[in-house]
């Protein structure tokens, strides 16, 4: 079924390493049923292709968004995939931002309980979206209490329920991979995917490995945030020491999860560090050019366009908005 | 092949008129050729259903929105019908925003030369994108010369260019009418629709018509430019004195077109008139709730369900959004 060969003979130009040390799993989305009520639950991305893009960046670009997937996100194909193939009656997550959203509202769908380990000055916005979808939001002061801390006392408090992760978990990594199945049709020469956790990125290595696709996927990383280009390159899993303030507010994870890291080392070449600057830049490009709300994260594969033009010349370039939730106030204040 | 009997027959409850004065035409869009080739060159409606907002609302509401379509507005429908159908060199149009963009493109998409007659105090944006396809922006001084005196001018000079209008052209019609068949197909008890010259909705009334569809429509018209509903109420066609100075600015026409007229009389029953505050706060909850950019003259449908909830109680309601092209400055005001 799976013919990793021909992706990873290609993948393997130029780096030192054997096809024996490859570890890509296909994953466990091939189990049909389950396969079916997945993709029946989550909304097939949005291909947009604006001329007006297209001719600013004198560049062949496809948008893929999933702005508009459940929740805002592409965190629900996760979620969803998480709470369909686990039989606990509870699921209890961390996260200030999408990944509680989608969980909440996978949750809800299939009536398990749900809660939310977030920190107490999250956006409200945001606790209220949680508490929405009927999850219990669980506020926390990290001065007081670190959130994996708090995720413990949870977990011994609660000793069935299953304790989600936003990326490191295979159920997560196959949910992601159904975006990959969906872009998988369109030979891509290049796919540009933003990395935080690499648990989206990871799925799409996953699902072109799956359809001996050769379309490359290149990863999009905050300048400020770079520990998957830093590990990329010193071939070894690096942690950030703090948690990086950019504004991709997505990607303030300390490091790749140990599931993600082995596909991501095999699976890509390259990851754009891509400034600030431009994440904002992409950012307007999106609202103006292509009437897309795009949340900062989401903005950073075509900032990477921005930022490494030339890598991308006269390919067929992809360009996945991860989402599209935030503030009103932080996209008013990047949009003018 | 057109069964209106079924349409009109719901419509004309509660309406003093007699079958006979209908006057609904099916268009000219059954020459199966250029239908396929129109068919070809746009792009489907974006259909969006937002957990988040069928919560807030306690309603069935499906979007479907036309910020993608390209040049990011319907308009795009008409134009390339409009310069599809005629084989004139050249077309002139009217227009400081969606209608000239659309010509623009239609013109560089079918090599035809396209000038398009605008305010000199335009938002340069849409000076910008009329000049980034290829067309002439003639800009005026309206305190100096009226748009319709300057296209008088221009038709003089060219006497066989296209006198392009936004709205009042059955070709414009027809090709808005390509919205309503994609509609048709999906069982919608309402259809809110906004009304500035007619073209849109006269459209969808004309396709629905033509397939037999028993989907009501319903007009979403700001209350500072009500011509339209004033004109329903009186059953005469009834103009606005002053461009009337609306947010929504894809409606600031002083009256419908003669041809669309007739078709919306016959047509629909109901036009919600918006407040400047409901427009604004639909555009909001398409923001926050739904990722989605709108215009303000996108945001009218969703403006008229929040004007009228109760009309729209228990039934499955189809929102359309019309376009999503507004400045950034007026934009950020608006979501904060």
């Not at 604006?50 to 592409?74: M, N, R, Y």
């Not at 050769?214 to 070894?236: C, F, H, Q, W, Y």
């Not at 140990?258 to 992409?282: C, M």
Request: hydrophobic content about 45%; charged content about 20%.
């Amino acid at each position: 079924m799976l013919d990793c060969k021909l992706l990873t003979d290609k993948l393997l130009i130029g780096k030192q390493i054997s096809r024996s040390q490859l570890t890509i799993s296909q994953g466990t989305i091939y189990n049909e049923d389950m396969k079916a009520e997945l993709l029946n639950a989550i909304r097939p991305t949005t291909l947009i292709r604006s001329a007006k893009l297209i001719d600013h960046l004198g560049l062949d670009v496809t948008i893929a968004s999933e702005t508009f997937q459940h929740t805002g996100s592409f965190k629900f194909r996760a979620a969803y995939n998480v709470v369909l193939n686990d039989d606990a009656e509870e699921f209890i997550g961390v996260s200030s931002g999408n990944f509680g959203q989608a969980l909440a509202y996978a949750c809800k769908l299939l009536n398990r309980k749900c809660t939310v380990i977030m920190p107490a000055n999250s956006a409200s916005v945001k606790v209220e979206a949680v508490r929405s979808f009927g999850a219990t939001a669980d506020l926390i002061d990290v001065n007081v209490v670190s959130r994996y801390e708090r995720l413990k006392q949870l977990a011994a408090e609660h000793p069935n329920a299953y304790l989600a992760s936003a990326y490191d978990d295979q159920l997560v990594i196959d949910g992601n991979s159904t975006l990959g199945d969906e872009l998988a049709k369109y030979n891509f020469d290049a796919v540009v995917v933003p990395v935080g956790g690499g648990g989206l990125i990871s799925g799409i290595i996953q699902s072109f490995c799956r359809n001996g696709v050769m379309t490359e996927v290149i990863g999009a990383e905050p300048a400020m945030a770079n520990d998957a280009a830093r590990s990329l390159k010193a071939g070894e899993l690096i942690a950030n020491e703090n948690e990086p303030q950019t504004i991709a507010d997505g990607t303030r994870t300390l490091s790749l999860g140990k599931l993600n890291w082995p596909i991501i080392q095999n699976g890509l070449r390259t990851i754009v560090e891509v400034s600030e600057d431009n994440i904002t830049t992409a950012l307007k490009l999106y609202f103006g050019l292509a009437n897309l709300k795009s949340e900062p994260t989401g903005a950073l594969s075509l900032g990477a366009v921005l930022e490494n033009r030339e890598i991308f010349d006269n390919k067929k370039v992809c360009v996945v908005v991860s989402g599209g939730n935030v503030d009103a106030a932080i996209y008013a204040q990047m949009i003018i």
